[in-house]
């Protein structure tokens, strides 16, 4: 019998090149690739993963990587995932000031319908100075940032719920009259929508307006208190919100050639491209104050995990105890480390009872 909730599995996918490692030691540079992500996606799938997430980039990072300069645009991409799978959910990722929110619930809703309810939103405030100097778009201040996102979220779900041509929206941001979308999502009362803030803004909205939070727990003793403090704001507003870990997982059939593989794409971290992320950071948030330039370079962030099946397993399961109802995972080879972690680490969170 389990004590703890099964844990949803996700993939955060290689949709942007060189993801996640800021390194230019990488196995499959053309991972990005669309077919690359096709056999990734359908192998996914054939696992048992419950979801596929995108990054959303708009240009690289420079140096001799140019980090996440090639990528594809993630409704586009959400489109030809959902074609080619059968099960699997996919998400979308989008930054509010690029997308107007109509626009997304159109889209999304349509996405939904063709797909039988398998598609979700992922939104992003943003924090790249870079890309939206790049296009003429203002970010705005932390906090002006997380009004806007919560107006944003509503009017997202207003059109996505209220009956075609009944709902209308007025704030600072956002006017929207008699608004229409038809077909509806088939997913009821809508798909899922994630947020992965982490500042006292970020986090607020998450638990007002969203069902899912993704998070970077700097270790994994910390997620715990992360996971609660969320979902403690949530029940403050009678809500529920689940939590998903995003981790960067390295596998060695050894502790010793798991660390081996991890110093390898140390050493061959891109710094330019390191710094020029770091320098594009538009935060103001505290957000990433204990995350490593490792942490960055490893995953752009996301918390890394570097061990033997079991260990990792037991990281998993452990995050599970602390509340974590999901994991998002990426991988320095991504259809060599989806097969090992199919492989080796699933039987393992089957037997603790989580799978
Ligand atoms: C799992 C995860 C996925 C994210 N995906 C993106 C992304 O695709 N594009 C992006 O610009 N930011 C992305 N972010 C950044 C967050 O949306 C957010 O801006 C960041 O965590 C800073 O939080 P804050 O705004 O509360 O300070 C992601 C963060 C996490 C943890």
């Given at each position: 019998?389990?004590?703890?909730?099964?844990?949803?599995?996700?993939?955060?996918?290689?949709?942007?090149?060189?993801s996640?490692?800021?390194?230019?030691?990488?196995?499959?540079?053309?991972?990005?690739?669309f077919?690359?992500?096709?056999?990734?996606?359908?192998l996914?799938?054939?696992?048992?993963?419950?979801?596929?997430?995108?990054?959303?980039?708009?240009?690289?990072m420079?140096?001799?990587?140019?980090?996440?300069?090639?990528?594809?645009?993630?409704?586009?991409?959400?489109a030809?995932?959902?074609?080619?799978?059968?099960?699997?959910?996919?998400?979308?990722?989008?930054?509010?000031?690029?997308?107007?929110?109509?626009?997304?619930?159109?889209?999304?809703?349509?996405?939904?319908?063709?797909?039988?309810g398998?598609?979700?939103?992922?939104v992003?405030?943003?924090?790249?100075?870079?890309?939206?100097?790049?296009?003429?778009?203002?970010i705005?201040?932390?906090?002006?940032?997380?009004?806007?996102?919560?107006d944003?979220?509503?009017?997202?779900?207003?059109?996505?719920?209220?009956?075609?041509?009944?709902?209308?929206?007025?704030?600072?941001?956002?006017?929207?009259?008699?608004?229409?979308?038809?077909?509806?999502?088939?997913?009821?009362?809508?798909?899922?929508?994630?947020?992965?803030g982490?500042?006292?803004a970020?986090?607020?909205?998450?638990?007002?307006?969203?069902?899912?939070?993704?998070?970077c727990?700097?270790?994994?003793?910390?997620?715990?208190?992360?996971?609660?403090?969320?979902?403690?704001?949530?029940?403050?507003?009678?809500?529920?919100?689940?939590?998903?870990?995003?981790?960067?997982?390295?596998?060695?059939?050894?502790?010793?050639?798991?660390?081996e593989?991890?110093?390898?794409?140390?050493?061959?971290?891109?710094r330019?491209?390191?710094?020029?992320?770091?320098?594009?950071?538009?935060?103001?948030?505290?957000?990433?104050?204990?995350?490593?330039?490792?942490?960055?370079?490893?995953?752009?962030?996301?918390?890394p995990?570097?061990?033997?099946?079991?260990?990792?397993?037991?990281?998993?399961?452990?995050?599970?105890?602390?509340?974590?109802?999901?994991?998002?995972?990426?991988?320095?080879?991504?259809?060599?480390?989806?097969?090992?972690?199919?492989?080796?680490?699933?039987?393992?969170?089957?037997?603790?009872?989580?799978?």
């Amino acid at each position: 019998m389990t004590t703890t909730p099964p844990i949803k599995l996700g993939l955060f996918m290689p949709n942007c090149s060189f993801s996640m490692s800021m390194s230019t030691y990488k196995p499959h540079p053309e991972e990005w690739e669309f077919e690359y992500n096709v056999r990734i996606a359908q192998l996914a799938e054939a696992e048992g993963f419950d979801f596929l997430f995108p990054s959303a980039r708009w240009r690289g990072m420079g140096g001799e990587t140019n980090y996440q300069g090639t990528n594809f645009e993630t409704f586009t991409w959400a489109a030809s995932m959902l074609q080619r799978t059968q099960r699997i959910g996919v998400y979308s990722t989008v930054h509010v000031p690029v997308y107007h929110p109509f626009l997304v619930a159109k889209m999304g809703a349509g996405l939904d319908y063709m797909s039988g309810g398998r598609w979700g939103l992922n939104v992003v405030s943003g924090w790249n100075q870079t890309e939206f100097k790049m296009m003429g778009l203002d970010i705005a201040d932390h906090a002006r940032r997380y009004e806007r996102t919560t107006d944003y979220i509503k009017v997202i779900k207003g059109l996505w719920t209220c009956e075609p041509g009944t709902f209308d929206f007025e704030s600072e941001w956002y006017q929207i009259h008699q608004g229409w979308i038809s077909p509806m999502p088939h997913s009821k009362p809508y798909p899922p929508i994630i947020n992965a803030g982490t500042s006292e803004a970020g986090r607020n909205l998450v638990a007002t307006e969203c069902d899912w939070s993704f998070m970077c727990p700097p270790s994994v003793e910390a997620s715990g208190g992360m996971v609660s403090d969320i979902k403690q704001r949530a029940a403050k507003v009678g809500r529920q919100v689940r939590c998903v870990a995003a981790l960067f997982l390295i596998i060695g059939d050894t502790e010793a050639a798991a660390e081996e593989e991890k110093q390898r794409i140390l050493e061959q971290a891109d710094r330019e491209a390191l710094s020029n992320w770091l320098a594009g950071l538009s935060m103001d948030s505290n957000s990433f104050d204990s995350h490593t330039l490792d942490m960055f370079c490893l995953s752009g962030g996301s918390t890394p995990l570097v061990g033997t099946p079991a260990s990792i397993a037991e990281a998993i399961i452990e995050m599970n105890r602390q509340g974590m109802d999901g994991v998002l995972l990426s991988f320095l080879d991504y259809y060599a480390g989806t097969q090992k972690f199919a492989r080796e680490v699933i039987p393992l969170l089957e037997k603790a009872g989580i799978r």
